[in-house]
């Protein structure tokens, strides 16, 4: 078997009927290009509005910077296959996606968490929620969550850049995900999924349980709230970032709670392309539909450029 530590890979992308490229290029360059309008406008209503400086916006700004830059890793490479129907990928560009893929979906992890978190805080201790969530600690929990998975996307891309790859290798999927990198391999990988497995019990199951558990608490304090009106008010609060919740790890799990496999099936493609680029576009379209305060800034803005016209 000749194998090499340094290969070139092969992306085979969407679909291998070239008939389905044209079409499949102009459906995934226009969600990205949404994916870029919607989260780049979140950002800017949430930096130019000073009624928007709030722990709860500043988290939202940090995950919309995060969607932008994780459509931004893996549509513009699956746009090149689609265009010109080559997939090729030299080895240290698909280190180099991994580890920025890596990077941003553990963040979405984090960061949801932390949002889950704040609104803890606001609705179960609204009196201590000025204490709890002060702009120094939002700093803290943002740039600690940065730290934590830079460096353990660091070591994990580290640790497969030393494996070693049948040269020419085609690989199942549009982008460098690490499953298929596995498969691949004509190395020894155990090391590579104990940090794999240790990774999914810190940032997706203890995530997701620190979400639940948060939620747990709120859904208990809205209960005892007298008033209808009042669960409303407290609830409306946590609709959107609910919706988002659901649709991430709806689509994670799909995407990655199955056996490993030889190849990959259309429907696990599918639910790639969900986690990957739907989910990033919807989030920010998910918190200005179903927010009045961010509406409005939008529309002052829009007003604002009108006016300057």
Excluded at 14 to 30: G, H, N, T, Y
Excluded at 59 to 85: H, N, R, Y
Excluded at 129 to 146: A, E, K, Q
Excluded at 246 to 269: C, D, M, Q
Aim: proline share 4%.
């Amino acid at each position: 078997m000749n194998c090499s530590q340094a290969p070139d890979f092969i992306l085979l992308g969407l679909s291998r009927d070239p008939e389905k490229w044209q079409l499949l290029f102009s459906i995934f360059l226009a969600l990205y290009l949404l994916g870029l309008s919607g989260n780049l406008l979140l950002l800017l209503a949430i930096g130019a509005d000073v009624h928007l400086h709030t722990p709860m916006y500043f988290f939202l700004s940090q995950l919309s910077l995060v969607d932008l830059c994780s459509i931004t890793t893996t549509a513009p490479k699956m746009l090149e296959t689609l265009w010109t129907g080559d997939g090729s990928i030299s080895f240290s560009g698909c280190l180099t996606q991994f580890y920025f893929f890596a990077v941003f979906a553990d963040m979405d992890n984090l960061l949801l968490a932390v949002m889950a978190i704040d609104r803890y805080a606001a609705i179960c201790q609204p009196l201590l929620y000025p204490l709890l969530m002060t702009p120094c600690r939002c700093g803290v929990l943002v740039s600690g969550s940065w730290g934590v998975t830079n460096c353990l996307s660091l070591t994990h891309t580290l640790l497969l850049s030393q494996l070693y790859f049948q040269t020419n290798q085609e690989i199942p999927h549009f982008f460098c995900d690490l499953g298929p990198l596995l498969l691949l391999s004509c190395s020894d990988t155990h090391l590579n999924e104990i940090l794999m497995i240790v990774l999914v019990v810190i940032f997706t199951i203890g995530a997701l349980l620190c979400i639940v558990s948060s939620y747990g608490c709120i859904f208990y304090a809205v209960a005892r709230i007298p008033s209808a009106q009042g669960k409303r008010k407290a609830l409306s609060t946590c609709s959107s970032h609910l919706s988002v919740v659901l649709l991430f790890y709806s689509t994670v799990f799909a995407a990655y709670l199955k056996p490993r496999s030889s190849s990959h099936s259309s429907g696990e493609v599918v639910a790639a392309v969900m986690y990957t680029l739907v989910t990033p576009t919807l989030n920010p379209f998910i918190y200005s539909l179903r927010n009045r305060d961010v509406k409005s800034s939008l529309r002052r803005i829009l007003n604002m450029e009108k006016s300057h016209k």
